[in-house]
């Protein structure tokens, strides 16, 4: 199984900021990489997907980038809804892992 | 629009079986996506327990093969989780949602596994 691994675990930022959070594969998934934002109490919603693409809807502050093992979630000018629990996941083979998730806090 | 809503009870005994049903609105399951289960236990990360196509073609999680069936009833465009044998470690939040890509949610319903 295909094991993923964020980081940090925990990013203390504040408005305007611009953070990133990185996402790591245990073997190549080409670019077979999501991102979610979950708050507590809602669904999680879908930003990224394949990597680099943004999903409809979603503020062209978030961005995606990497592939084969390496990926990242940027977010430039932080605004107050950013703050949440941001989630990897792979889509190349099953089980569709998630990373172990990063918090964005004030 | 698509629209998913998990339903089912919201407590179930240790050793019982969980039983959730995802209805959906909005689309035909039979036009085609996977249609997953996910979970959340409290306080902890996301968890994908498995998916189904229209068809009936499955996968499940490794680390819950042997507790879980998925299935789905096309006629009534809906599919359902099945974990047997469930304790307390089962106790989290549920959500379905569509697709590989995960990209419409249900809002997720929570299942406590207790006495």
């Known amino acids: 199984d295909i094991q993923m691994t964020q980081s940090p675990s925990t990013l203390s930022a504040s408005v305007g900021d611009k953070i990133t959070i990185t996402c790591r594969a245990s073997q190549s998934i080409a670019t077979y990489l999501n991102w979610f934002q979950t708050k507590p ?26 592939s084969g093992t390496d990926f990242s979630l940027t977010i430039s000018n932080l605004q107050p809804e950013d703050f949440a629990t941001y989630f ?19 | 629009q698509v629209q998913l809503q998990e339903s089912g009870p919201g407590l179930v005994k240790p050793s019982e079986t969980l039983s959730l049903t995802c209805t959906v609105s909005g689309y035909s399951i039979s036009s085609g ?15 994908w327990i498995g998916s189904i196509y229209h ?60 006495s």
């Open chain 1, 88 to 106: 990897c996941q792979q889509s190349f083979s099953a089980p569709q892992a998630f990373g172990q998730g990063t918090k964005v806090e004030v």
């Open chain 2, 55 to 114: 068809s009936g073609n499955t996968y499940y999680n490794p680390s819950l093969k042997s507790r879980v069936t998925i299935s789905v009833d096309t006629s009534k465009n809906q599919f359902s989780l099945k974990l047997r044998s469930v304790t307390a470690a089962d106790t989290a939040v549920y959500y379905c949602a569509r697709g590989i890509l995960l990209d419409y949610w249900g809002q997720g319903t929570l299942v406590t596994v207790s």
């Open chain 2, 33 to 47: 996506y996977y249609w997953g289960w996910i979970r959340q236990p409290p306080g902890k990360g996301l968890e």
């Open chain 1, 41 to 66: 109490g809602k669904a999680p919603k879908l930003l990224i997907y394949s990597a680099i693409n943004l999903e409809s809807g979603v503020p062209s502050r978030f961005s995606g980038g990497g």
